[in-house]
């Protein structure tokens, strides 16, 4: 592969995600089943990548992202729970771990870790992911990037937030969310004429 090729193919911010196809286990049906990009188009959809089945942080997040489907499943997001794990070891994990009981999402098996490493995640030494969160738009762009430090969980408050926003300006070409935005509050108009008086536009 040339460095050219490489370089097209791996995660950037606000152009398309690189595609992936990978095994998946669903919790609901305790069955497998197949997931690609191109099977989600039309929706918004999150790659919630986690270091790994059976450890200590991973199952507090996902606890925290099945707690909200209710508010995801409002917003129309398609939620991927995504680890260099079998989907075998994901069946495991879902009934022995009292935090996954009832895991409402599929988990997919990157378990080669390539679709990782497109996405800039992959620890060739020790064969897992970093926490990667990955938002993409029905049209597959990617719309927010987070990457987070082993140790720290977390929280889907605030990758709900940042959804919201991301819906709204797609709804409202031309606007912008400042920092903290929520639903109802005041947004941008980006123009020359603001630069320097933002504080009166967000009164």
Not at 3 to 29: Q, R
Request: charged content about 25%; hydrophobic content about 40%; some cysteine.
């Amino acid at each position: 592969m040339s460095e050219f090729e490489y370089a097209y193919d791996t995660v950037k911010i606000d152009v398309k995600a690189p595609a992936f196809d990978l095994p998946a286990y669903d919790p609901v049906k305790d069955d497998t089943t197949q997931v690609s990009l191109a099977s989600l188009e039309g929706t918004w959809s999150v790659l919630f990548y986690y270091p790994a089945d059976f450890t200590f942080v991973c199952p507090t997040e996902l606890r925290d992202m099945a707690d909200a489907k209710d508010r995801f499943d409002e917003a129309k997001v398609t939620v991927l729970a995504v680890s260099t794990d079998t989907v075998f070891s994901h069946r495991a994990w879902v009934k022995h771990e009292g935090l996954m009981q009832r895991f409402p999402y599929l988990m997919l098996a990157d378990h080669t870790g390539s679709v990782a490493d497109t996405y800039n995640l992959y620890d060739h030494e020790t064969g897992i992911a970093a926490r990667g969160t990955f938002i993409i738009d029905p049209q597959g762009i990617v719309r927010g990037i987070e990457v987070t430090s082993g140790p720290l969980g977390r929280n889907s408050e605030e990758l709900l937030r940042k959804i919201e926003a991301l819906q709204f300006m797609s709804e409202n070409p031309g606007t912008a969310c400042p920092a903290r935005w929520k639903k109802g509050a005041k947004t941008l108009t980006p123009s020359i004429k603001i630069a320097g008086e933002v504080a009166e536009q967000l009164q």
